[in-house]
């Protein structure tokens, strides 16, 4: 018996071990407890929940460094086939489904950005930025954003004015996650002032997280916060305060984060449940069960848990990953998202953009009730390609 109890007193400390060595492998000791303390957010009393879905795209046409032809291959399908499967769908207002391309600076080629620009005027998204540095400079890092947000609007027509400052505002992704210099070893960014420098250069609102299983990923989690900046350390935005209704704006930056978790209905080998964390591709695909999780999870402004926002993300030109973004996954992901979230009692769904997105939080900061898809446009107007394709659209419906 006594043999018994310390082989098994063994086993147990070497299946503790090899947990703990697990969870450090993949980062999650950074956000585990987190997710575990935190309550999904009650159900309303009355009235349906309002689901406001948000597909964000680290859009990369030179993924890989491949050359011109491979590049206008991958902008030309995207351009081709998101139409294609965007018509097949709608929300409760109506929208085909939105697609926020944020694009990288350091991959500007104007052909791309005017066949983008030009899906986007059709009313199929927005174009936003996207950027990938490492030991970089505030002085720099100004002038780039500076540069390139004066070259997306001037020449693409994309990202708004602020209507009461006429400053160019724009929602940002971090390349490689590193936002705010937040890998341990300081690659792939080298600001510790970055949030700050975002605010003075007019982003609107973060959308990197989240990044797990990277180390870059925040110990906040499933949250819309408001960070502020400690230019005397990096990752400052590890932790913030929450955007609630009847609250006012703080600190630096808001960020907004889609959902992350443990995925128990899917699990590897049928034991281990899978990180969560809201990346769509062929690896991970955008299942119903997945789709539900998005919403159980229950990303909201505190105050306001009937509008719930989910962002998911992806690589969208990486072609081992296009079947799954433009095919039959992602049919079958909007197909379950207008089945079992827009029957109108129950749910709402609202297709939105980064920007539109952003709205709403702000709208539900501000008290706004009702149907959120009135406070799209509620503080910051659409960008000038969007008020073109309007337009356009209008004169059409006349002429019919």
């Avoid at 890998?183 to 982003?203: K, P, S, V, Y």
């Avoid at 993300?313 to 379950?336: F, P």
């Avoid at 959120?372 to 209008?394: I, Q």
Wanted: aromatic share 8%; net charge negative; proline share 7%.
């Amino acid at each position: 018996m006594t043999v018994a109890l310390v082989v098994l007193a063994v086993l147990v400390l070497l299946a503790a071990a090899v947990v703990v060595l697990a969870i450090r492998a993949r980062h999650m000791q950074i956000w585990l407890g987190s997710y575990l303390r935190r309550r999904l957010p009650p159900r309303p009393a009355s009235g349906p929940v309002h689901v406001m879905f948000a597909f964000v795209d680290h859009f990369e046409p030179n993924w890989g460094r491949v050359d011109l032809a491979t590049q206008r291959a991958r902008v030309d399908r995207w351009c081709r086939d998101y139409r294609a499967l965007a018509d097949r769908h709608r929300d409760a207002d109506g929208r085909p489904p939105q697609h926020s391309f944020f694009y990288p600076e350091e991959e500007y080629v104007e052909e791309h950005l005017d066949k983008l620009a030009a899906l986007c005027a059709d009313g199929y998204g927005e174009i936003e930025i996207h950027l990938h540095h490492d030991n970089d400079t505030p002085e720099n890092f100004t002038a780039t954003i500076n540069r390139f947000n004066k070259l997306l609007h001037e020449r693409h027509g994309a990202l708004p004015r602020d209507p009461a400052t006429g400053q160019l505002r724009f929602g940002f992704i971090h390349g490689n996650w590193c936002l705010d210099n937040s890998r341990a070893d300081g690659r792939w960014c080298g600001i510790n002032n970055e949030l700050i420098l975002l605010r003075e250069l007019g982003c609107y609102a973060d959308f990197t997280l989240p990044s797990a299983p990277s180390e870059t990923q925040t110990s906040t989690v499933n949250s819309i916060y408001y960070a502020t900046d400690d230019p005397a350390r990096p990752k400052s935005h590890d932790t913030g305060v929450p955007v609630r209704v009847g609250g006012a704006p703080s600190g630096d930056l808001m960020i907004v984060q889609g959902p992350l978790g443990l995925n128990w209905r899917e699990r590897r080998l049928g034991l281990v449940p899978r990180i969560e964390n809201a990346d769509v591709r062929r690896g991970c695909p955008p299942t119903p069960a997945r789709v539900d999780h998005w919403v159980r999870t229950g990303i909201h402004v505190e105050g306001r848990p009937e509008w719930i926002f989910v962002k998911v993300h992806t690589h969208g030109t990486q072609e081992r990953d296009m079947d799954t973004l433009l095919g039959e996954a992602a049919e079958r992901m909007h197909a379950h998202l207008e089945r079992a979230y827009n029957d109108g009692t129950n749910h709402v769904l609202h297709y939105v953009t980064a920007r539109e997105m952003y709205n709403i939080i702000k709208a539900a900061e501000a008290g706004k009730t009702g149907n959120p898809g009135d406070w799209r446009d509620y503080e910051l107007p659409p960008p000038p390609h969007r008020t073109r394709a309007g337009t356009a659209s209008a004169a059409r419906e006349v002429a019919e």
